[in-house]
């Protein structure tokens, strides 16, 4: 079927929504060429530039590409995936919050309970007891509530191996292929002239934190750090853009804590905004615990803005380059450890501008939108039988081999030292969980016994540390 016309199922501009962004982005990429209707979800607009005058409504029974993600700006694609064998594109594997939200609003709490007890027999229907009476769950991700639209897809696609692998475990035997996060590489505004246009104190050392804001991006823990950070520096700066979850009153948390003075809470801001936000920024933090399964389109933006990240040391975060983002552990040392990590990047200016180089860098090599594009392209002929159109401009060519070594190669970076600074700056002793994990870590990428003089990192180009993320980010998908 070559040149037919396939659906697009997503949330677009002006929805609060980072998988709107993404998926505006990916559609401008292909604008025109592409044959596609595009369908948004509630709230969405349509942009002249994607070759359509309006979007369309949804039709059964035709190819269709489903992005989907866990929260509520997906009810067009919660109530047609699970019966429409499309391509799901999953951004979270772990669907459980927008899934029960959407239940819970459209059917009552009766059709919740029942699709749990279904999938999850008596555990499930315990946890739903759980969440009505507002009590905590341990685990959520034990009840992902991805599984019949994972079974019912040709193809899941995810964004990271991460994510692969938890969909093969919810669902053994899905087709699973991991394709880029196309993030298209902002301008590199001048520092002071962002600070300018967003009212910032050009001596200040600023940190930003661009994201939603909820319970798992742990805004407490990043506002209690930053009170320890303004003790030795008073004069810093956190910088919050982003929409605020039902519930959180980020504000009273801020006087709370005394932080009215060094805090600057924006709220939703658009995509040009957030830019120059970035830019503003000397450092950015990113906190994620405990992870859906994502792939975070903000963290990929902060790192395509050309500035170090602070994030959260958990298994999603192996597919990062090491000298571009700081891993933090989540214990009980988080906050003090935080801090710390926000001083001695306040100490180095050029150490900021290593990393921030290769954390642009790793973006424009591994999630570049030219490779998305000839990704997707790839998925759709192999789902439905369907050549698109080559888009102008980009050019084809076959993903390299995969590396076959079992042993992966990890850069030595001065952000290994910089965490490893961080820890003795905490005065930890021996019998510290925190410590001890960190010394396992340098153990194991060798750094322990290096003396590296300060030159010895220059190399912007990141280094995989998965054989498999190699192949999978680097050209069209192995299908």
Known sequence: ?????????????????????????????????????????????????????????????????????????????????????????????????????????????????????????????EAVRDILAGRDIVDIGAFPLSEDYVERARVTVVHSEYARGLVEKVVPGAKVVVVPMGIPLPALVDQASARRALGLPEGAFVVASITHVNPFKRLPVVLRAMRRFIAREPNAILVVAGSVAPGIDLRRQVSLLNLDRNVRLLGYVTDDHARLVARAADACINL????????????????????????????????????????????????????????????????????????????????????????????????????????????????PPADESNEPQVPHSRIDGTVADALSGLHLSGHDATIRTAAVALTDLKLHDLTVESNDWKSDEPVSTDPKRTAGHSGVPDL
Not at 91 to 112: I, K, M, N, P, Q
């Open 1 to 125: 079927m070559t040149n037919a016309r396939v659906q697009f199922v997503t949330p677009l501009p002006p929805l609060a929504s980072g998988i709107a962004q993404y998926s505006r982005d990916l559609l401008l990429a292909v604008s025109g060429q592409w044959p596609l209707n595009i369908v948004g979800e509630a709230g969405s607009e349509s942009y002249p530039a994607f070759g359509t005058s309006s979007l369309q409504t949804f039709k059964r029974g035709i190819p269709t590409i489903f992005q989907i993600g866990n929260s509520g700006f997906h009810r067009l694609a919660f109530q047609h995936a699970r019966t429409e064998s499309g391509i799901l594109v999953l951004h979270d594997v772990v669907l459980h919050h927008g899934r029960a939200g959407e239940l819970l609003r459209s059917r009552g709490g009766s059709s919740y309970l029942k699709l749990m007890r279904e999938r999850y027999g008596n555990a499930g229907a």
């Open 288 to 399: 994620r615990y405990p992870s859906a399964g994502e792939t975070s389109a903000s963290l990929l933006r902060l790192l395509g803005a050309g500035r170090p990240v602070i994030v959260t040391d958990d298994a999603p975060m192996a597919e990062y380059p090491r000298n571009a983002v700081v891993p933090v552990p989540v214990d009980r040392f988080e906050d003090e450890m935080i801090a710390e990590v926000m001083f001695l990047l306040a100490q180095d200016e050029r150490l900021r501008l290593e990393a921030g180089n290769a954390a642009r860098a790793f973006i424009e090599q591994e999630h570049n939108l030219e490779t998305t594009v000839l990704a997707y392209r790839a998925v759709v002929r192999k789902a439905f039988s369907i050549d698109l159109p080559k888009p102008e401009g980009i050019e084809l060519h076959e993903a």
